[in-house]
């Protein structure tokens, strides 16, 4: 019943953001199918608060942190997320078709419109239509991750009926030309950009630039296994830099505390569950971060206090209130960010790329400061202070005295990323081949037998819907093009 509940409230609270009001920002066609007369900047940011909340609602972050094993339900808990779920592979219908529908029309058509706008004002905004395209590349990426081959060069064309499905592949190349044309398009000259209403950055276009060339490096590294040809691009980019340097770097945007504007995973608690937290602590997270004396368990985590340690559970395995953690409610606050690119990812990918040596020469050395530098980062971003977070990160074994550096690296970067969803998911997916992801997990408890979670299956209404659609359902434990 809970989960039949979430379904109602879901995940389009498009209005909680740090914005005052979604009135003025939502009469914006006289066209059903089209903007043809409103500011890119209103566009832009309904695409925006459409996006965070997708990412952070029931459809997309619990199926997703539950069927990728970063989070647990808790199993028969009375006050845990129940069984069978998502956990064992048990995706709602709604949940594998409204984030397709928001993708392709609340977030991808807006940002797409925009642009248009953009490149057609007089004079012509440069910088809005770059920012929106950076936006669009962040979701296209998105959605090929999360459904594999996509709809992209034909999508949200209105003259389009049934645009045709592109491969993984394609679709990544695309999402990487979409931020070299973002690139080249920026103009510093220009005093026309979307500011107010650019709820990321505020309109400074150096971090968007920064962004736009770390979203690409990680675009590469999702793709580098299967295309090693583009080692070399990686190599490039490393060494030619203009990466995300710090943490004022970060793509997120807030939440508030005032109802309608709270944080949609701090909601689904306060609303179905008297306030406590659904969710428990999973294994492979809480027993790696336990064996370090992680400074960040208290931080993720809430501990019982009859506990004399923290302990996770083995998805599918029932919490026990005296015993096992669950996710902390100081992490999914009510104005929590929802964090879509971080100093720490930017830096865990350049550990990897100079530990595995993708275009660059191997140097354990280089790697080793900057995969500290990830945790120690990682470690602020949640609150931990400096002097602790540095001691914690030196501390930390060396890389040159571990038997499989990279997945050290890789293993610190999935937990890093613990409660984004559909982030540490790709990031398991992209860290080995099948039966060598960091870490190396199992069938949850009454999961169906054969392989682990790997994508959502297309909605039913778009295999029906749309004749360039595959005519065959494509089963969620089958690998995607980049997934070896």
Known sequence: MKRKLLYVFLGVLTCATTLPSCDKYLDINQNPNTAERVDPKLLFSFASTSYINLRSGGDLYIPMALAGQSITTGGNNPTGWGTPSEEQYQISTFSLSNPWRAYYTTIGANLKQAISLAESASPKNNNAAAQCKILLALVAYEITTVYGDIPFSEAWNVDITYPKFDSQQSVLNGSIALIDDALAQFDDASSLKISDYDLFYKGDLSKWKRLAKSVKLRTLMTMVDKDPSVATKIGQMVTEGGLINSSGDNLKIAYQTT????????????????????????????????????????????????????????????????????????????????????????????????????????????????????????CKSYGIDATSAATFATALPNLSTVPTPVALINMHHWVDKMDRGVDAFTQWRRSGSEGHEVPMLGLPINAPAGGLFRRYEYPTTELSANPSAPKELIKYHEKMWFDL
Do not use: W
């Open 259 to 378: 109802s309608g504007k709270k944080n949609p995973k701090f909601a689904i608690n306060e609303q179905y569950n008297g306030g406590q937290n659904f969710f428990f602590g999973s294994k492979y997270v809480v027993d790696f971060m336990r064996n370090l004396n992680d400074p960040r368990l208290p931080k993720f985590f809430s501990k019982p206090a009859e506990a004399d340690n923290y302990y996770g559970i083995e998805p599918g395995a029932d919490g026990d209130d005296k015993h096992d953690v669950r996710i902390s409610n100081a992490l999914q606050a009510a104005d929590a960010p929802e964090v879509i690119f971080t100093y720490q990812e930017e830096l865990f990918y350049e550990a990897e790329i100079h530990a595995r040596g993708l275009g660059v020469p191997t140097d354990l050395a280089v790697a080793n400061t900057l995969y500290k530098k990830a945790v120690e980062e990682s």
